[in-house]
């Protein structure tokens, strides 16, 4: 891992950016709840997340009657684009323009597509919840911070799955979701986990009860904090979890968040930039799989245990 230098962790400052920030965010709900009509439910919700692609974020295949069609964040180009397996395509421009504009635009594309689309049509996990069509206010883009973050999470994307690589046990695939704008990766040990209260903003209990139905290990990369942050959780969080000690000295535990957090610039201005990452997810892993009593052996495995075979 230590190929990858420090200039490929661009740094972008969560302030520079909060009106671009809060815009995407919306825009992406949107398009992850126009995957979430379509797509049959996969467990915890896989089945709604986008993926980092390498131009942006893609809602991958989605299927519609009997074919299929795909929404794409290009922050190269800077377009929504929706493509059909009928060979159409529309875009729309990512440019300063209100959600309520974004959300007419795309949903229009849909109809000449051919896609009859219903969703609810208002943001989750945040507060206040203006629906899409009312939503004035989030009006922003700075296409070089889109850019920059979409280059963020091409850094996490690659070092999470390295890290997932690790597991063979339940995983979850290396996701974005939209509901807290996060890329995620979640761990399983197998064992069902006590019901879930929720409590998240403007989100029924019922999604929480299902993306927390089994005990689980998560990490991820979130555009909170100075310039973002890592995170590692576990629920049920096993008693000592939040003073076990981990890896980089920078990793702290935030009670507020009841979470582990890594500032993303102490990943970015590391000598191995990749190595201090991966120390901060396997070193909170194994707090929460060592304090959980996870039958690790059965649960990991050498990803390198085939390369002879694959050259």
Same mark, same amino acid.
């Given at each position: 891992?230590?190929?990858?230098?420090?200039?490929?962790?661009?740094?972008?400052? $969560?302030? #520079?950016?909060?009106?671009?920030?809060?815009?995407?965010?919306?825009?992406?709900?949107?398009?992850?709840?126009?995957?979430?009509?379509?797509?049959?439910?996969?467990?915890?919700?896989?089945? $709604?997340?986008?993926?980092? =692609?390498?131009?942006?974020?893609?809602?991958?295949?989605?299927?519609?009657?009997?074919?299929?069609?795909?929404?794409?964040?290009? &922050?190269? /180009?800077?377009?929504?684009?929706?493509?059909?397996? =009928?060979?159409?395509?529309?875009?729309?421009?990512?440019?300063?323009?209100?959600?309520?504009? &974004?959300?007419? +635009?795309?949903? @229009?594309?849909?109809?000449?597509?051919?896609?009859?689309?219903?969703?609810?049509?208002?943001?989750?996990?945040?507060?206040?919840?203006?629906?899409?069509? #009312?939503?004035?206010?989030?009006?922003?883009? @700075?296409?070089?911070?889109?850019?920059?973050?979409?280059?963020?999470?091409?850094?996490?994307?690659? !070092?999470?799955? +390295?890290?997932? =690589?690790?597991? $063979?046990?339940?995983?979850?695939?290396?996701?974005?979701?939209?509901?807290?704008?996060?890329?995620?990766?979640?761990?399983? /040990?197998?064992? *069902?986990?006590?019901?879930?209260?929720?409590?998240?903003?403007?989100?029924?209990?019922? !999604?929480?009860?299902?993306?927390? =139905?089994?005990?689980?290990?998560?990490?991820? &990369?979130?555009?909170?904090?100075? *310039?973002?942050?890592?995170?590692?959780?576990?629920?049920?969080?096993?008693?000592?979890?939040?003073?076990?000690? $981990?890896?980089?000295d920078a990793a702290f535990y935030s009670? +507020?968040?009841?979470?582990?957090?890594?500032?993303? +610039?102490?990943?970015?201005?590391?000598?191995?930039?990749?190595?201090?990452?991966?120390? &901060?997810?396997?070193?909170?892993?194994?707090?929460?799989?060592?304090?959980?009593?996870? @039958?690790?052996?059965?649960?990991?495995?050498?990803?390198?245990r085939w390369a002879p075979y694959r !050259?």
């Amino acid at each position: 891992m230590g190929e990858h230098r420090q200039g490929a962790w661009p740094r972008l400052r $969560v302030a #520079d950016w909060t009106g671009t920030r809060d815009t995407l965010h919306m825009w992406t709900q949107i398009v992850g709840k126009i995957r979430m009509a379509h797509a049959p439910l996969v467990n915890h919700w896989w089945q $709604v997340t986008l993926y980092v =692609s390498p131009r942006g974020l893609t809602t991958s295949a989605i299927p519609y009657a009997a074919g299929a069609f795909d929404m794409e964040f290009d &922050f190269v /180009s800077d377009v929504l684009r929706l493509r059909s397996s =009928s060979g159409e395509e529309r875009q729309v421009a990512l440019e300063p323009k209100p959600v309520a504009d &974004f959300y007419a +635009e795309t949903m @229009d594309h849909l109809v000449g597509l051919g896609i009859e689309t219903t969703i609810q049509a208002r943001p989750n996990e945040v507060e206040p919840s203006i629906p899409f069509a #009312d939503d004035h206010q989030h009006a922003s883009y @700075d296409a070089e911070a889109a850019h920059l973050f979409w280059r963020q999470l091409l850094q996490a994307n690659r !070092v999470l799955g +390295e890290f997932r =690589s690790h597991f $063979v046990g339940k995983v979850s695939p290396v996701h974005f979701f939209w509901g807290a704008m996060d890329l995620a990766c979640t761990r399983f /040990s197998g064992r *069902e986990a006590p019901r879930h209260p929720g409590g998240a903003p403007n989100c029924g209990d019922w !999604v929480m009860v299902e993306g927390y =139905s089994r005990e689980l290990s998560s990490c991820g &990369f979130w555009p909170g904090l100075d *310039e973002g942050a890592f995170y590692a959780y576990a629920y049920p969080e096993p008693e000592g979890f939040a003073d076990r000690p $981990v890896m980089p000295d920078a990793a702290f535990y935030s009670r +507020e968040n009841g979470q582990f957090l890594l500032p993303y +610039e102490a990943v970015a201005t590391a000598d191995d930039p990749d190595r201090t990452l991966f120390a &901060f997810l396997q070193s909170t892993y194994e707090a929460a799989a060592d304090l959980g009593d996870w @039958d690790r052996g059965s649960l990991e495995e050498d990803p390198n245990r085939w390369a002879p075979y694959r !050259v």
